[in-house]
């Protein structure tokens, strides 16, 4: 199996930025795509941006040309960059990896982000 850990989540002032960083351990060879969820109150978790095994990436559109994410592979991390932060941008932010063959599915435990207007 392979774990995530989620870090970086705070409150921050509308405008500001927060980077968000998820640790994967276990079975890290085996991951294939890697991306960035978000749930908040009341509403359907959602895709916020994802990262395959090659680099390329999606964003939702909510979110383009304001979040970033990017991957280590030599540190097992996952980044999200996330400027110019709105309050809708308020939620609980989870890390998911893809990985083996079948295309197993983990998730981290999520990490708040609470964005002030």
């Known amino acids: 199996q392979v774990q995530l850990v989620e870090s970086g989540g705070g409150l921050v002032q509308a405008g500001g930025s927060l980077r968000l960083s998820c640790v994967a351990s276990?079975?890290?060879?085996?991951?294939?795509?890697m991306g960035w969820y978000r749930q908040a109150p009341g509403k359907q978790r959602e895709l916020v941006a994802g990262?395959?095994?090659?680099?390329?990436?999606n964003y939702a559109d909510s979110v383009k040309g304001r979040f970033t994410i990017s991957r280590d592979n030599a540190k097992n991390t996952v980044y999200l960059q996330m400027n110019n932060l709105k309050s809708e941008d308020t939620a609980v932010y989870y890390c998911r990896a893809d990985y083996g063959l079948r295309h197993s599915t983990n998730w981290g435990q999520g990490t708040q982000v609470t964005v002030s207007s």
């Open positions: 990262i395959t095994r090659g680099g390329s990436t």
């Open positions: 276990g079975r890290i060879f085996s991951i294939n795509d």
